[in-house]
T-cell receptor, first 113, second 116 residues
Framework: ELKVEQNPLFLSMQEGKNYTIYCNYSTTSDRLYWYRQDPGKSLESLFVLLSNGAVKQEGRLMASLDTKARLSTLHITAAVHDLSATYFCAVVYGGTSYGKLTFGQGTILTVHP | ETGVTQTPRHLVMGMTNKKSLKCEQHLGHNAMYWYKQSAKKPLELMFVYSLEERVENNSVPSRFSPECPNSSHLFLHLHTLQPEDSALYLC???????????????FGPGTRLTVL
């Protein structure tokens, strides 16, 4: 059974600071997704990482994937209040043609002035 | 309408009621999904339909019954639910079989279900 673990689960940051969220998964996969969820809202796709060493950046967020270590990171640079949300990583498993995703528990990020 | 839509957005029902959740995707995708999001638990995949056939049923109790009449519509029929079934139910869709990036799922806004 695939397990996906994120840490930390809760992250309180000051504006302007940097931090990293980690996503570990237990079995081989070459596709990993990061999603953002605002309170009461749905999930918004942030990044799709498809191969070992993949790095993607959008604004103050940068995601990377190390398939050998079964680890993805989501790095936040110079945090701003608008980044406050819950962030999920999700990993594809099962070798199916459709997307069978297992999600991490989510990291609740709060950015303070 | 664009993306993935879900109705109703909020639903309160008694344990003896029967209700249905509806999902519609306007993205031309060929796979649709139901997820359950409970407080303090990761998102749980419930059902997957690929090309209108159910391909996954993750040990979901029979009081939840999905239906996919065509590739754009997905229903979740509910009956004799329990209070622990209260959760946010999310629908998603993706384009599989050769699309890039493969299997990226797009989510609807969800239905917040409360079972009394």
């Amino acid at each position: 059974e695939l397990k996906v673990e994120q840490n930390p689960l809760f992250l309180s940051m000051q504006e302007g600071k940097n931090y990293t969220i980690y996503c570990n998964y237990s079995t081989t996969s070459d596709r990993l997704y990061w999603y953002r969820q605002d309170p009461g809202k749905s999930l918004e796709s942030l990044f799709v990482l498809l191969s070992n060493g993949a790095v993607k950046q959008e604004g103050r967020l940068m995601a990377s994937l190390d398939t050998k270590a079964r680890l993805s990171t989501l790095h936040i640079t110079a945090a701003v209040h608008d980044l406050s949300a819950t962030y999920f990583c999700a990993v594809v498993y099962g070798g199916t043609s459709y997307g069978k995703l297992t999600f991490g528990q989510g990291t609740i990020l709060t950015v303070h002035p | 309408e664009t993306g993935v839509t879900q109705t109703p957005r909020h639903l309160v029902m008694g344990m003896t009621n029967k209700k249905s959740l509806k999902c519609e995707q306007h993205l031309g995708h060929n796979a649709m999904y139901w997820y359950k999001q409970s407080a303090k638990k990761p998102l749980e995949l419930m059902f997957v339909y690929s090309l209108e056939e159910r391909v996954e049923n993750n040990s979901v109790p029979s009081r939840f019954s999905p239906e996919c009449p065509n590739s754009s519509h997905l229903f979740l029929h509910l009956h004799t639910l329990q209070p622990e079934d209260s959760a946010l139910y999310l629908c998603a869709s993706s384009q599989d079989l050769g699309a890039e990036p493969l299997n990226e799922q797009f989510f609807g806004p969800g239905t917040r279900l409360t079972v009394l």
